[in-house]
């Protein structure tokens, strides 16, 4: 079973630049969910997706960040424009119907904003 | 006061021994329970998922979780180099709620 695809893996912009990552969940998953890890601390959720509809964005920040899932699979998470405190690891994970199943996370996106 | 604390470490045991992992946490709404391990630049992997209080054992590794005192553990039995990694124990409620801990970075020396 293919595992939770993201890309690109590394990516270096400057402040007020913008950026886009992209997720593949795994196969037949409902769910999909965005995390931001910063540095040395946990995984804090963005926004979560149940097919293609969000259950929940309260920590996405809208003013700059944005994210869609085109036809309840495919996501893409966007920064624009992003600031130096952005810098941080971007997770993508995918589970099968809700929370209570085994989330999935793919290999993560670094970003370094300049 | 955060929802989820941890102990961040590093943690550096010698190979063999047994290790402790705690979190606590402040809302009582929390039902479900989840450690993860994750590797350097690699995502989180779930380990164990455990429901309410009570324990729950998997080969080396057992997961306990005290409601009343609002505390959840993770057992390592027999460590062994390849257990070093971050362990983070994750939370949720029935109101989609999911929250992370900050991670405990163990080394098990060889």
């Known amino acids: 079973e293919a595992g939770v695809a993201q890309s690109p893996r590394y990516k270096i912009i400057e402040k007020r630049q913008s950026v886009a990552f992209w997720c593949n969940p795994i196969?037949?998953?409902?769910?999909l969910y965005w995390y931001q890890q910063i540095l040395g601390q946990g995984p804090k959720l963005l926004i979560q997706?149940?097919?293609?509809?969000?259950?929940?964005d309260s920590q996405l920040p809208k003013d700059r960040f944005s994210a869609e899932r085109l036809k309840g699979v495919d996501s893409t998470l966007k920064i624009q424009p992003a600031k130096l405190e952005d810098s941080a690891v971007y997770l993508c994970?995918?589970?099968?119907?809700?929370?209570?199943?085994?989330?999935?996370f793919g290999p993560g996106t670094r970003l370094t904003v300049l | 006061q955060k929802e989820v604390e941890q102990d961040p470490g590093p943690l550096s045991v010698p190979e063999g021994a047994i290790v402790s992992l705690n979190c606590t946490y402040s809302?009582?709404?929390?039902?479900?329970f989840m450690w993860y391990r994750q590797y350097s630049r690699k995502g989180p992997e779930l380990l164990m998922y455990?429901?309410?209080?009570g324990n729950k054992e998997d080969g080396r590794f057992t997961a306990q979780v005290d409601k009343s005192s609002k505390y959840i553990s993770l057992f390592i039995r027999d460590s062994q180099p390849s257990d070093s990694a971050t362990y983070l124990c994750?939370?949720?409620?029935?109101?989609?709620?999911?929250?992370f801990g900050t991670g405990t970075r163990l080394k098990v020396l060889a």
């Open positions: 994970a995918s589970s099968l119907v809700s929370i209570y199943n085994e989330q999935f």
């Open positions: 455990t429901y309410s209080s």
């Open positions: 997706f149940q097919n293609n509809g969000v259950v929940d």
């Open positions: 196969s037949g998953h409902a769910t």
């Open positions: 809302n009582s709404a929390f039902q479900y």
């Open positions: 994750a939370m949720a409620s029935g109101t989609y709620k999911y929250i």
